[in-house]
């Protein structure tokens, strides 16, 4: 099993930064990619980045040169750092961990951490 925990999220002006975290637990040599995605009301859930375990990384268009992804493999923790954030950046930010067990490929998300920019 994996669990993902997510941290950092919390209230911004526009223009700020967050730096989001994701803290993996468990069977963490079993995973193989870390995403950050995010759902503002009344949409669907979204990518906004992704770290293979290889250390590949890809971005949405809308936050590409505005976010970095990165990885703390000694403290199992996924990072996400936001700046120049706007107002429709507004969401709550979930971790997703794809991992590999017995030849089946699981999922687990975390609870969500909530951004709010204000403009």
């Known amino acids: 099993q994996v669990q993902v925990v997510e941290s950092g999220g919390g209230l911004v002006q526009a223009g700020g930064s967050l730096r989001l975290s994701c803290i993996a637990s468990?069977?963490?040599?079993?995973?193989?990619?870390i995403g950050w995605y995010r759902q503002a009301p009344g949409k669907e859930r979204e990518l906004v980045a992704r770290?293979?375990?290889?250390?590949?990384?890809n971005y949405a268009d809308s936050v590409k040169g505005r976010c970095t992804i990165s990885r703390d493999i000694a403290r199992n923790t996924v990072y996400l750092q936001m700046n120049s954030l706007k107002p429709e950046d507004t969401a709550v930010y979930y971790c997703?961990?794809?991992?590999?067990?017995?030849?089946?490929?699981?999922?687990?998300w975390g609870q969500g951490t909530e951004v709010t920019v204000l403009s």
């Open positions: 997703k961990a794809n991992y590999w067990r017995g030849g089946v490929d699981y999922v687990r």
């Open positions: 468990g069977r963490t040599a079993s995973i193989n990619l």
């Open positions: 770290i293979s375990i290889g250390g590949n990384s």
